[in-house]
Structure formats: structure tokens, C-alpha cells
């Protein structure tokens, strides 16, 4: 069995497409989504459908239930992002019949997944939706300890961009510190995929994890930032920053 783990794709379509050639060449059986598959960037139709059609499970992300409700906890920036993204759902791209199957798509996304000791969110096993474990909260082991109660054996999760293995002993691994791997089995773990299409980690490449029997693998993939921040300049609602920062994965 191999899993393709792929989260935060924030619209951005050509590191989508991207990684999933990068998945093709893989021999991955199958594809779980994690969320914010919309928000900030220029292509929220195109990758709902992307994602629609490859992925076998997918997860609410809070911005894909921003789009779908009234944002909440969003600054201005993203705030305006997803009002025009919510724009673009609602227009008839391709059919009338095929705009609302993308509702329903977003509507229906279930919170949390579990299946064989594996939980997979958005954000945390406390709160699959919106909370945020970052690298740093390794000194919270109050935090820590909470989370990791509600890990059956793995946790995967996105949310903070920022990927890397996260151990039960307070310890974190960035895919750099581990060689891009990290054994499966021997210890809870709560993993961070990292983000197709807004890296936050300093490498502006997309992420997404392949998980295997034994062993998880973090890939990075190169993708045409310049054209994706070429479109979000071309698009008044989102801000200049939002392609700035895929310059240098901040
Ligand atoms: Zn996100």
C-alpha cells in the first residue's frame, strides 16, 4: 500500500498539478486530501474538481468551511480571499448541475477520518478544524500531552504549512533533520504533511507526505511559482502578499 497525504492546496492549481504528476510517477494507489483544498489563491474551481476527482478521502479544511459559511478568526487578507473565492464557486463553471455538485463536494467534507490507528484533520485531534501544533509547541508539554491522549497511533495533519514529525517524547523533526523519512510503528506520532500550494517551512516547493507500511516519506516538488503569482496580481481581491510569500515559502 502506498498513500498519497496531501493538504492546504489553498487554489493553488499549478503546484496541484504538479504534485500529482509527482504522485503518478510514485505508483500511489490512493490520495487523502486534508483540507483547505480553496483560500488565497487563484483557482479555487479547478482544484475542488482536481481534488474531487483523485482523492479518495477528503477532510473540511477552515477555509473550505469559511467559503461554504461565514468566515470566522480570519484576518482582513484572507477574509477578502474568501469572499472571492466563494464568488467563483457560485458562477456555473462548466454547468449549473456541476456548480452545485462542488457545493455538496465542500458541503459534505467530513472533519475528522479514521480507520486502522490512523486519525487524519485538518488541524489538531482536539480540534480537527481550526487548531493549530506548532513545531514550537514541543515546550508545551501540558498541550503536548492532550493532543497525543487522543492519537490512536498516527495522527496526520496540515493547517500550519509548516510540515515535519511531531513524537510523543516532545521532540520534532523537520523532513530535512530525518532525510525526508521516518519510520512507522514503534510510537505515537502526529505528522504535518506540509502544504502543496503555500509552503510555510522557507522552501517554497510543494509538500505532501507518501505513507507507507512501514515508513512515511516527505516529498518536495518544484512547480511554476512565477505563474501562480502572475494570476493572483491579476485578481484585485487578493493580495500582492499572497503570491509574495510563495516566492520564498513564507
Ligand atoms: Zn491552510
Known amino acids: 500500500m502506498k498513500r498519497a497525504l496531501i493538504s492546504d492546496i489553498h487554489a493553488n ?23 483547505d483544498i480553496v483560500g488565497y489563491g487563484p483557482n479555487p474551481v479547478e482544484c475542488v474538481d482536481l481534488v474531487r476527482r483523485h482523492c479518495k478521502v ?8 469559511g467559503a461554504l459559511f461565514d468566515p470566522e478568526g480570519f484576518n482582513a487578507v484572507a477574509e ?10 457560485e458562477r456555473p463553471c462548466g454547468s449549473s ?5 462542488r457545493w455538496d463536494f465542500l458541503g459534505e467534507l467530513p472533519t475528522r477520518w479514521e ?5 487524519y484533520v485538518h488541524g489538531s485531534p482536539r480540534n480537527p478544524l481550526s487548531e493549530y501544533v506548532f513545531p514550537d509547541d514541543i515546550y ?3 498541550k503536548m500531552e492532550k493532543l497525543f491522549a487522543l492519537v490512536p497511533q498516527c495522527c496526520f495533519q496540515g493547517h500550519t504549512h509548516v510540515p515535519g514529525v511531531f513524537t510523543e517524547s516532545a521532540e520534532f523533526f523537520s523532513p530535512e533533520d530525518i532525510d525526508y523519512e521516518f519510520p512507522l510503528g514503534q510510537q505515537k506520532l502526529m505528522v504535518n504533511v506540509g502544504s502543496v500550494g503555500q509552503p510555510r517551512d522557507g522552501d517554497p516547493r510543494a509538500c505532501y507526505v507518501i505513507l507507507e507500511d512501514d515508513r ?3 516529498r518536495r516538488v518544484e512547480y511554476p511559482v512565477e505563474k501562480t ?5 491579476a485578481i484585485p481581491e487578493l493580495d500582492n502578499s499572497l503570491g509574495d510569500r510563495l516566492r520564498g515559502g513564507q
Open 13 to 35: 492549481l499549478e503546484s496541484l498539478e504538479a504534485v500529482l504528476d509527482d504522485i503518478r510517477r510514485q505508483g500511489v494507489s490512493e490520495i487523502y486530501c486534508l483540507g
Open 58 to 65: 477528503s477532510i473540511m479544511g477552515n477555509h473550505d468551511q
Open 80 to 89: 477578502q480571499a474568501i469572499f472571492w473565492t466563494r464568488e467563483q464557486l
Open 97 to 101: 448541475a456541476l456548480m452545485g455538485e
Open 115 to 119: 480507520e486502522n490507528g490512523q486519525l
Open 140 to 142: 508545551n508539554p501540558r
Open 216 to 218: 512515511l516519506r516527505f
Open 229 to 233: 503569482i502572475q494570476k493572483i496580481y
